[in-house]
């Protein structure tokens, strides 16, 4: 964004091109013949839902209608925390205060009728709402009815499209979009989606918000050199294609490049934190601009009009936490309007079948950093979608005793609106200041509290026993005080997948031997094994947990024996003599004997041999050059050089073998080490990677990457999922739609990777999946590499202000890499059946053992499965929640693309059947929905674009008549489902 248009320290992202784009260039088609020009607070493409789009004026086919769209942009979060914008707290920092602007807009509107006015925000807007009197809300109601008060988008936040996976998009939309259904009925439902910040947009998000029902797209963010191009071609209005498997136009959009970002036209900023002229109008006054400005803006209008196919332009009158004084910008504008009017249609001529990924504001300046910054905040965020989506099942499967029971009180909501909050584009993206970023995680850590007390009362519930439920957070760095100290503790593992998994269960214990026992009583094998690093002791053993439900192990330690002394070689020092090798039966992987890295892979079903060279680097983060003086910061990568530096050229290693796991520990240096492991039955190799705190003592910034360099001949190519669904495929140095100069060849060349990255030769197939959102590339054939943390010393004067410097427990960061081996025609069904076990994990539930009957009437159990068979491989249960009295909200998707998997026909449509399908409820009734669950797929009708003519209605699919549900690839389906559920007291 350009400086000009925001003064108070706010985020200045556009950089100078932005300021260029309003500029009146000598490259502009001739001028078009004279206008007349009629001026509206008008959503282009959007209307009253209520009237349709009555509420448009009548066309004026020989105008150029210009749409101006009084609006806020509302972060929830960035350089101050949600409650402090919310509540205008240390305005010293940013001048901004949420509740004032509404205030103070509502006031305004009620002052005259002409005006309307665009909110985006449900996250401060349902704050707001829920402090009102009944007599506010009452006109507030009045002002959504008559369309004067607008909302656009519609969600909880306006979340980041690149570090969001897509359930978690999914559930901020339906957040948002419930309150407004809820609280304003038809009226204020939102007929566009509005993205004017995020940074980059995602493929993925635009095919959702098209099932969400959307009828077009708005952003103000696109790379500097793709804006031009489209300028000059005049297409900054298209159709966007934004699936290769949904059959159009279910994923078609009509979207929009906003001409100005979201800001005002320069000049014409009237807010309290502008200071550009108001409107005079009195000509006896030595202040008179009014003939200067009409001037002036029609001129602005005109060479803007040239930018776009139809006699229509859109300018945002507003910005960043603008309209505290809502009278001071509408004043100025009522004066600019007197010559009112409008219409509703546009048209768009291209097809785009891409995404807006990488973004860049100027040459050298790639967004590309905040796919990883903030790696620990990152993962919390998906472990937090994870634990949300137990939490709901549960909820839903168990019914109003998970709510309040011998727990007491649980509630998923807390959860909900944290996690909800946390897809903001400067939240998970970790593009907001420290004390913010802590916010958010203090936001997460406090919700799982009442969801904790939901598990507790429905597990108790479900197994027919109460218990000390114990939930141990830090099992990830082996601490867990129960486990370590108890001489015996029971372990319910919950599986929150539609079909059965094995899973090796991993519990520090202390220095004994222990007996497990699985839930029949049988003795199952388990052992102690070492972690080299720390000297502790971790429990492994292996447990059968069935679809949508728990099984209960128990585990004793036994008296007066200590664990067996396992074969652990330690090889501290090179050369050795011995090829480090570990494998089970399906994977071998080989180390260099001369620098203890890993050297090949080999997946021993297929008779599949690749050498792969893994090892980690780091990238010398610029401050700035002799060429730009862009530096590496919260947003920006920018390498001071291309090639990166070897973090070590070799690695102390320790070989640890039992039964159970076979494992080589590296350690790099004193900040970086890896666990690479093998389970029984696993078809992937795991690499658990440790890095930091990572040393700027030699005052350089560091972006630590994990690189896997292979033979396989991969033609500049390589792949990268869109927010963990579909897969797109992307070409070094280039992009689809237009010509690119580029001028980093690092940072221009990485995508975001929210769950998966591939190389392939088209016969092989090497996949690495992520446990969190992360930046990665391919800038050599055969080669992939993913960003797992950075530490960087200066600012990238993108507004934060702050250099990405954390503090505490963000220093140290534990992740890890599964890669994959397959034939390319066979690999998707390995990595989309991995990917989903990844992102829904099972909960771990811990207890001391014992405990008093739940329920008299019903025997304990210690196996339960809420499903009565289980889902087909290429279904996905990706909502089972709670939605309202006796109503559930379900959503089924088929998880496969369109021709991906040749082996075993999971891409074909799949058909199964809802009767009886459930254990503990019984659907009586179904109503299939839209994505976000609005509006009932059978009352919906969104336009339809197509790329020559204008839009028309797009007739709602017929009515669901069954219980059977037919999922063609890459389609979600949701309902809202009436039950009745089992009463077991």
């Not at 493929?203 to 050199?225: H, K, P, T, V, W």
């Not at 811990?846 to 159990?861: E, F, H, N, Q």
Request: aromatic share 10%; proline share 6%.
């Amino acid at each position: 964004m350009v400086a000009e248009a925001r003064f108070w320290g706010v985020r200045a992202g556009g950089g100078q091109d932005e300021a260029g784009s309003r500029k009146r260039s000598g490259a502009l088609q001739p001028p078009l013949p004279p206008f007349s020009f009629l001026f509206l607070l008008l959503l282009a493409a959007h209307g009253v839902w209520a009237a349709g789009y009555q509420t448009c004026p009548k066309v004026e086919p020989d105008m150029l209608n210009v749409h101006l769209v009084a609006h806020t942009h509302d972060d929830v979060g960035w350089l101050k925390t949600v409650d402090q914008y919310f509540y205008g707290i240390q305005n010293d920092v940013q001048h901004a205060g949420v509740q004032y602007i509404l205030d103070s807009v509502i006031s305004s509107l009620l002052m005259e009728p002409t005006r309307r006015f665009v909110y985006v925000e449900i996250a401060f807007f349902s704050r707001w709402w829920h402090q009102q009197t009944n007599a506010t809300q009452e006109m507030v109601r009045n002002l959504v009815r008559q369309g004067r008060l607008e909302f656009a988008n519609g969600g909880w936040v306006m979340n980041d499209e690149a570090a969001t996976h897509y359930g978690a998009i999914i559930d901020q939309m339906t957040l948002g979009l419930r309150f407004l259904e809820d609280t304003f009925g038809s009226d204020g439902r939102p007929r566009v989606a509005w993205h004017i910040d995020p940074f980059g947009h995602s493929r993925e998000q635009a095919s959702l918000f098209a099932q969400m029902g959307f009828d077009g797209f708005f952003f103000g963010r696109l790379d500097y050199q793709d804006k031009n191009v489209r300028k000059e071609k005049r297409q900054m209005e298209q159709l966007w294609r934004a699936s290769a498997s949904l059959k159009p136009p279910a994923a078609d959009l009509f979207t929009s490049v906003l001409p100005n970002m979201y800001n005002p036209p320069t000049g014409l900023c009237w807010d309290t934190l502008c200071a550009d002229k108001p409107f005079v109008e009195d000509p006896r006054s030595p202040e008179y601009n009014a003939k200067e400005l009409v001037r002036y803006f029609l001129e602005l209008a005109t060479a803007q009009g040239q930018y776009y196919r139809t006699n229509h332009t859109v300018m945002t009158m507003g910005s960043d936490f603008q309209y505290e004084n809502a009278n001071m910008w509408f004043k100025n504008l009522d004066k600019l309007i007197q010559q009112v009017n409008a219409q509703c249609l546009c048209r768009c001529r291209s097809v785009k079948e891409d995404d807006f990924f990488p973004y860049a504001d100027g040459p050298h300046m790639f967004w590309t950093g905040y796919f990883s910054s903030r790696p620990a905040l990152k993962r919390y965020e998906r472990l937090s979608y994870n634990f949300l989506q137990v939490c709901n099942q549960l909820e839903a499967l168990v019914g109003p005793a998970a709510n309040m029971g011998p727990y007491g009180s649980g509630d998923s909501a807390p959860l909900k609106e944290a996690m909800a909050v946390l897809q903001h584009h400067d939240a998970v993206s970790g593009t907001s200041r420290q004390h913010v970023a802590n916010d958010y995680a203090r936001q997460l850590a406090e919700s799982w509290g009442p969801c904790e007390v939901l598990l507790s009362n429905a597990l108790a519930q479900l197994s027919g026993s109460k218990k000390d439920f114990v939930f141990c957070h830090k099992l990830n760095i082996s601490v867990c005080p129960l486990t370590q100290n108890a001489e015996k503790f029971q372990v319910t593992i919950y599986n929150p997948l539609g079909r059965k998994v094995d899973w090796m269960v991993r519990l520090p214990v202390s220095e004994h031997v222990y007996l497990v026992k699985d839930p029949n009583g049988t003795v199952v094998p388990s052992d102690v094994v070492t972690v080299p690093s720390s000297d502790s002791q971790d429990l492994l053993f292996s447990a059968s947990v069935p679809a949508l439900g728990f099984s209960i192990y128990s585990v004793t330690r036994v008296p007066g024996q200590s664990p067996q002394a396992y074969d652990r070689h330690p090889r501290s020092q090179k050369p050795w003599s011995r090829v480090l090798v570990i494998q089970n039966e399906h994977i071998r992987a080989r180390f260099n004997p001369d620098t203890g890295l890993l050297m090949e892979i080999e997946n021993l079903d297929e008779n599949l041999l690749l050498p792969v060279r893994q090892a980690f680097y780091w990238y010398n983060a610029s401050m700035g050059n002799n060429l730009s003086s862009q530096a590496s910061g919260a947003y920006i990568f920018r390498p001071e050089r291309q090639e990166p530096l070897l973090v070590s050229h070799w690695a102390k290693t320790h070989l640890v073998k039992t039964d159970l796991v076979q494992e080589v520990h590296q350690n790099f240096s004193a900040w970086c080490s890896q666990v690479v492991r093998l389970y029984p039955g696993q078809r992937y190799l795991e690499l658990e990677w440790t890095v930091g705190p990572i040393p700027t003592g030699d005052s350089w910034g560091k972006e630590i990457i994990s690189r896997f360099d292979t033979t396989l001949e991969t033609d500049g190519l390589f792949y990268t999922d869109s927010n963990g669904r579909e897969i797109l495929e992307r070409r070094r140095d280039y992009r689809p739609t237009w010509k690119l100069n580029q001028t980093e060849p690092v940072a221009g060349n990485y995508y975001p990777v929210n769950s998966r990255i591939y190389i392939t030769d088209g016969k092989t197939q090497l996949t690495v999946l992520t446990d969190r959102s992360q930046g990665g590339s391919s800038l050599g054939d055969g080669s992939v590499e993913l960003m797992v943390h950075r530490r960087l010393l200066v600012d990238d004067a993108r507004g934060v202000g702050e250099p990405l410097l954390e503090e505490g427990s963000g220093l140290w960061v534990r992740g890890r890499h599964l890669v994959l081996l397959d034939k390319a025609r066979t690999a998707a069904s390995g990595h989309r059946l991995q990917a989903e076990k990844e992102v829904l994990a099972p909960q771990v539930v811990l207890a001391r053992g014992g405990g008093v009957p739940y329920c008299l009437k019903v025997a304990p159990r210690t196996q339960f499965s809420g499903l009565r068979r289980e889902l087909p491989l290429s279904v996905h249960l990706l909502t089972l929640a709670h939605w309202g009295p006796e109503t559930l909200l379900l959503r089924f998707e088929h998880q496969f693309a369109v021709g991906e998997d040749a082996g075993r026909n999971l891409s074909s449509p799949v058909t199964f059947d809802l009767t009886n399908l459930f254990s503990t409820f019984t659907i009586t009734s179904l109503r299939e929905t839209t994505l976000a669950a609005n509006q009932l797929q059978a009352h919906s009708s969104r336009l339809k674009w197509t790329a020559n003519t204008g839009p028309t209605p797009h007739p709602p699919p017929s009515r669901l008549v069954s219980a059977t549900i037919t999922l063609q690839p890459m389609e979600i389906r949701t309902f809202l489902a009436s039950v009745q559920w089992e009463e077991d007291c």
